[in-house]
């Protein structure tokens, strides 16, 4: 088990299956930082492209198609004060006869500042701004926007969406502490992250949390000869599935049956006993709906699994 300390270089606005910036073995542990979603490093100056930039990706070695990588979030930090989020909900989230009526910003006016205090545990919108809002003081909770494998078939598919290799999840479950399971397509996985939030509401309805640079430290390790169709994650009260697709009720049919497979094929539950329990039992958090792919995801809390 070796721990490695990455600083990157080059970053990618796609995940596929680009040249390795580092090689890694299962057990290996990787110390490096993320960009937020325009480019912006540590010290707030853009040092690539904007488009959700990709660290990486890091080639584990021995993972090949039909393996489950999974991940492990030790550490996902803010790495600077100030983010940033848009001021207005997006079109997606409202009844289309309200779309005329939403507070469309100038092009040069569209963002609101935040302080990200991690010694406060806060974020506080920053003013002066054109809002009434006053001082809303929110906390602080690190997420990764963006992670994936490189998908099937040679694809690379753009970060501002996302499909079964992952990609623009959004999802505010991707924190520290959080394990995922992804499917392996490629030689070595090549797993990419970026896109880091300070603080994101549920739904990602503006099109941003609170966009933040990250330090981030991940631990690999691979199951052999196994993969999921879709995303999965374990915290310490749950597991859960992700599906990616639009409509959303197609994400949802995604996530759901992601679980009802999990429950069959690793906890050793007969498929009437899945049903009843995740028909019960089954929790549902909207991740994303503005990205071009939305997100569900399906959890179940780990006291209900004490029965099996």
């Known amino acids: 088990m070796t721990r490695h300390i990455f600083k990157p270089v080059n970053y990618y606005i796609s995940i596929g299956s680009h040249v390795p910036a ?32 990709m660290t990486g990706p890091f080639y584990v070695d021995g993972a090949e198609p039909g393996d489950t990588l999974l991940v492990h979030f030790d550490k ?26 939403l507070p469309w910003p100038d092009e040069d006016d569209r963002l609101a500042t935040w302080d990200v205090d991690l010694e406060a545990g806060t974020v506080t919108l920053m003013r002066p701004t054109d809002t009434r809002i006053g001082r809303l003081v929110l906390p602080a909770a690190p997420m990764i926007g963006c992670f994936g494998v490189a998908p099937v078939r040679s694809q690379a598919i753009s970060t501002r969406t996302c499909s079964d290799h ?12 959080t394990t995922v399971h992804l499917p392996v ?12 939030h300070a603080w994101q509401g549920q739904g990602e309805i503006m099109g941003t949390g609170v966009e933040i640079s990250l330090e981030v430290e991940f631990t690999v390790e691979l199951r ?9 994650g374990e915290t310490a009260d749950f597991i859960f599935t992700v599906g990616n697709a639009r409509p959303l009720d197609q994400a949802t049919q995604h996530a759901t049956t992601e679980m009802l497979r999990w429950l069959q094929d690793d906890f050793n539950l007969d498929p009437i006993g899945a049903h009843i329990l995740l028909g019960h039992c089954a929790e549902y958090e909207l991740a994303n709906m503005y990205n071009p792919a939305f997100t569900m995801v399906c959890k179940l809390p780990k006291s209900r699994l004490a029965c099996l």
């Open 185 to 196: 397509f490629a030689a070595g996985a090549l797993f990419h992250l970026g896109d880091g």
């Open 76 to 101: 996902v930090r803010p790495s600077r004060r100030r983010g940033w989020s848009f001021k207005m909900v997006f079109p997606t989230a409202v009844e289309a006869e309200y779309v005329r009526y």
């Open 22 to 53: 580092l090689t890694i073995a299962p057990g290996d542990t990787v110390v490096t930082s993320t960009v937020d979603g325009p480019g912006y490093d540590a010290e707030d100056v853009q040092v690539t492209p904007p488009g959700n930039p």
């Open 166 to 177: 992952g990609g623009n999840m959004d999802y505010r479950g991707f924190r520290e502490g």
């Open 224 to 232: 052999k000869g196994k993969a999921s169709r879709w995303p999965r």
